[in-house]
T-cell receptor, first 119, second 108 residues
């Protein structure tokens, strides 16, 4: 199956610093990638949809100036948490849209996630 | 009303039991149905993918779609402790919609 990687898998940073998370589709091209955050024992919460070569679409309540998304190529999207604070501590997961084959639907493949802890 | 409803559980079963996980939905335009498995502290992984109504079997896993009832199920036969995870259903008509996930624990 399709593989999506995320880097780093875990990051601890001081309050006020910025953190960049990379999401890569390793064996397919993804025109669309998605960024989610997940709190412990809760479901995925979609933050934004990232389209290659255009601005990301943010979900209601997500600050676009705080969570900067760049989808510079068909295999790479980045999420930068700017001026991180302890309340930004969470599990961030990306997914990449794999185009459907032979008229089938697109499928989302998820990365392994990045655990961010802001001290 | 949410697009996709899924009982969050938690669900706890003994090893070897048959597990039934379910989701209901309201949008009749959904054509593609997926089940993801998410282990603790990991990203979700695609488990099963079905199109329209019917059954699909893969080893101990069977996905069932009943479009007339707007109801999908995932059955796990001979459940193992390694099946302990959160199971998410997802549906698509172009845009994806996820259930909230059901937490499953298989007790040895």
């Amino acid at each position: 199956g399709a593989v999506v990687s995320q880097h780093p898998s875990r990051v601890i940073c001081k309050s006020g610093t910025s953190v960049k998370i990379e999401c890569r589709s390793l064996d397919f091209q993804a025109t669309t990638m998605f960024w989610y955050r997940q709190f412990p024992k809760q479901s995925l919460m979609l933050m934004a949809t990232s389209n290659e070569g255009s601005k990301a679409t943010y979900e209601q309540g997500v600050e676009k100036d705080k969570f900067l998304i760049n989808h510079a190529s068909l295999t790479l999207s980045t999420l930068t948490v700017t001026s991180a604070h302890p309340e930004d501590s969470s599990f961030y997961i990306c997914s990449a849209n794999s185009p459907g084959q032979g008229g089938g639907a697109d499928t989302q493949y998820f990365g392994p996630g990045t655990r961010l802890t802001v001290l | 009303q949410k697009e996709v409803e899924q009982d969050p559980g938690p669900l706890s079963v003994p090893e070897g039991a048959i597990v039934s996980l379910n989701c209901t939905y309201s949008n009749s335009a959904f054509q593609y149905f997926m089940w993801y498995r998410q282990y603790s502290r990991k990203g979700p992984e695609l488990l099963m993918y079905t199109y329209s109504s019917g059954n699909k079997e893969d080893g101990r896993f069977t996905a069932q779609v009943d479009k007339s009832s707007k109801y999908i199920s995932l059955f796990i036969r001979d459940s193992q402790p390694s099946d302990s995870a959160t199971y998410l259903c997802a549906m698509s008509e172009g845009q994806f919609y996820f259930g909230t996930g059901t937490s499953l624990t298989v007790i040895p």
